[in-house]
């Protein structure tokens, strides 16, 4: 007999956890106290007991093992084709497949096959590993929450003599990869036996690097490729640009010839957004900026010199260090200097010298850092020597808005790709400095100290949760912030765009006032000038005449000036004296 039971419930049912409920109370057992049981008691009597003030406490130290994570990649070959077939001819490989699929044995075995995997999928139905019982409540948009930032992890240069995490790139795709270039920022100060490798972490596995990258010259930069995830530019400490392809291992899979290459450290690389996928450009500090194609790098395909006079002479050119490209306007791009200036740039001007359009001037010291709003692409931001600005391009004498200048020197800064209102600086002190000019203009919204050492490097993941700092000890930190800074606020948009107007709309007023002040102060200087030429036509004997005069005039002027204050003096003495006696007449009067 077969005995048969349907489960009315799905087996991912069973064993679920308590569901408590209130409900009234039930009396199951009433026990009535016995007063026979008093007489098997014994009365003690004194009775001291010790106590203590506090509490007792325990130590208890345990060190868990470490566990060191490894990816590892297998090659798969296409084979089991007959000999007659060849596995690249597509239309061979189709017609082999419609005929085997027509065979029975074929049918067979995959009716054999499915019963397997139905066994193993039914196994993994069963229990439903994924279930969540407690969904994370939805952000909500104006949160109280203070700002906050919690280390996720920390990533150590693992070489012995320890280099500056000088530059982070986050995968394009999955962002659980961070690339970290490492090299030595000291002119000719680099230490010996330092190695010239970069890393490519896995941020869930901070004991072990994913990929070492291996660079014929330190690396300044490395650049994921937005297109192609698997390669990576770099630029590196002896002027040289090299890509690489993970799946290809870390040697690179080509460099850039020395004869056309930069002829000091490549501190920037943006990859450009064209069919391909294989253009970018690099700035230096040479003052040149180079356009390559990574399929053929012997020589760039464009050149341009930050000459700002617009002569192209290289020897008066800015030295680039920072560099900004927005992919919707692919024409326009800018550079930051070694000498504080910034310079907008136009690469499809009709002759070289338009190519330069305008410079800004605002920083004492090199700009480090350089980038447009992605909300508003007016307006970027520059960091450099002690302050942060914000400028429009509407307004080219001055930034718009500017942090007060800081005890230490600012070292990087990015916006925040979720919030138009909020960006970060990075400074020699250590500190991660997070800005809220809504909430808060005068001082950053949230100050962050990562480590004791100088940070050079910050990068913000795209959805503005996570964010790298590489420091000057080699440790690259990942952070990771509280909900209410990268969550879009209630009416922030619009209350970031009346701000950025009201600050351009006063600055465009401010220049009018200084330029008629300008002209104003030009026309008192014509003015003096016609009169020097109006004394210069004088003869010498009246001008000799006109000096004497004035002198003797000065000096009657200052002969009666001191008579009078004599004859004061004298006046207050001889009222001094006369009070004394009368006062002392009147006290032996009284006497």
Not at 201 to 218: F, H, R
């Amino acid at each position: 007999m077969e005995i048969v039971y349907i489960y009315t419930r799905k087996r991912s049912e069973f064993g679920r956890q308590c569901n408590f409920s209130d409900r009234p109370a039930e009396l199951h057992v009433d026990i009535l106290p016995d007063p026979a049981q008093a007489l098997n008691f014994i009365e003690r009597n004194p009775c001291d007991t010790a106590s203590q003030c506090s509490q007792d406490m325990s130590e208890h130290e345990v060190n868990t093992e470490r566990f060191e994570m490894e990816s590892r990649g297998i090659n798969h070959v296409e084979g089991g084709w007959p000999k007659d077939i060849n596995p690249h001819e597509v239309e061979q490989t189709i017609r082999y497949r419609k005929k085997v699929e027509k065979e029975e044995n074929y049918v067979n075995t995959i009716v054999q096959l499915g019963s397997v995997m139905e066994h193993c999928i039914k196994q993994n139905n069963a229990i439903n590993i994924y279930e969540e019982y407690f969904d994370e409540d939805t952000a909500v948009e104006g949160t109280d929450e203070a700002p906050s930032a919690k280390t996720i992890n920390i990533f150590r240069d693992p070489h012995e003599i320890k280099r500056t995490a000088t530059h982070l790139s986050w995968h394009p795709d999955r962002s659980k990869k961070l690339a970290v270039a490492y090299s030595s920022l000291e002119f000719q100060r680099a230490p010996k036996n330092m190695s010239y490798d970069s890393y490519i972490w896995d941020i869930e596995n901070p004991n072990k690097p994913e990929l070492a990258v291996k660079p014929a010259s330190p690396l300044i930069c490395l650049e994921y490729n937005p297109k192609d995830s698997h390669v990576l530019a770099g630029g590196c400490y002896n002027g040289q640009l090299t890509y690489w392809d993970t799946r290809k291992g870390g040697q690179p899979v080509e460099l850039s010839s020395i004869e056309h290459s930069h002829r000091d450290p490549v501190y920037k690389v943006i990859w450009l957004q064209s069919k391909t996928g294989t253009d970018c450009f690099s700035v230096s500090t040479d003052g040149q900026v180079l356009w390559w194609d990574i399929r053929k790098m012997s020589e760039p395909t464009e050149t341009l010199i930050l000459d700002i006079s617009k002569k192209g002479d290289l020897s008066n050119a800015l030295g680039g260090i920072s560099l900004e490209f927005e992919p919707t306007m692919p024409t326009k791009f800018m550079v930051g200097t070694e000498q504080g200036i910034l310079i907008s740039c136009n690469r499809k001007a009709k002759t070289t010298a338009d190519k330069i359009v305008c410079t800004y001037g605002g920083h004492h010291g090199p700009i480090y850092a350089l980038q447009r709003n992605p909300f508003f692409l007016k307006n970027f931001i520059s960091v450099g020597d002690w302050t942060a600005r914000i400028w429009s391009e509407d307004s080219r004498d001055s930034s718009v808005m500017w942090t007060k200048y800081q005890m230490a020197y600012m070292t990087d800064g990015c916006w925040s790709p979720t919030r138009p209102t909020v960006f970060f600086t990075s400074k020699m002190d250590g500190t991660l400095d997070v800005w809220d000019f809504v909430f808060k203009q005068n001082d950053p919204a949230l100050n962050l100290k990562v480590c004791d050492d100088p940070l050079y490097s910050i990068r913000i993941q795209d959805n503005g949760r996570f964010m790298g700092c590489g420091a000057k000890n080699g440790t690259a930190t990942l952070l990771e912030f509280s909900s209410g800074l990268y969550t879009l606020q209630r009416n922030e948009k619009n209350l970031a765009t009346s701000m950025f107007e009201r600050e351009t709309k006063r600055e465009k007023i401010l220049e009018s006032r200084h330029r008629e002040m300008r002209l104003k102060e030009r026309g008192k200087s014509e003015q003096g000038r016609e009169s020097d030429t109006r004394e210069k036509s004088l003869n010498e004997g009246e001008l000799i005449v006109m000096a004497e005069n004035d002198f003797f005039e000065t000096l009657e002027a200052e002969m009666s000036k001191r008579e009078q204050e004599i004859a004061n003096k004298k006046e207050m003495e001889q009222k001094g004296k006369k009070d004394y006696f009368d006062e002392k007449e009147e006290d032996e009067l009284k006497d």
